[in-house]
């Protein structure tokens, strides 16, 4: 089972920043895509931000040119910096492989409450 835990969250005002940070373990890390998401309470979780192997990034329409999605493989460990963060953005933020989620338990996540 692969294992990975974020780190990161917090509360913050509204346009302030945050930087989320997973850190992988059992899997060979430089050899997957991965991703963030988030769950609002009542929401269906939904893909934030995404990042191949070689370091191709994609972002949902509500996050461009505010959130960025970077990686370190030698410390197995993928980033997203979120600048500019709005009341929206509340939700519990996963890290897992993309397109496929190799983690089946997506874990507590790290919670990033965004206040006006």
């Known amino acids: 089972q692969v294992q990975l835990v974020e780190s990161g969250g917090g509360l913050v005002q509204a346009g302030g920043s945050l930087r989320l940070s997973c850190v992988a373990s059992?899997?060979?890390?430089?050899?997957?895509?991965m991703a963030w998401y988030r769950q609002a309470p009542g929401n269906q979780r939904e893909l934030v931000a995404d990042?191949?192997?070689?370091?191709?990034?994609n972002y949902a329409d509500s996050v461009k040119e505010r959130f960025t999605i970077s990686r370190d493989n030698g410390k197995k460990t993928v980033y997203l910096q979120m600048n500019s963060l709005k009341p929206e953005d509340t939700a519990v933020y996963y890290c897992?492989?993309?397109?496929?989620?190799?983690?089946?338990?997506w874990g507590k996540g790290t919670l990033v409450t965004v206040s006006l």
């Open positions: 990042i191949s192997s070689g370091g191709a990034t």
């Open positions: 897992n492989t993309h397109p496929l989620p190799l983690r089946s338990d």
């Open positions: 059992r899997i060979m890390f430089s050899f997957y895509d």
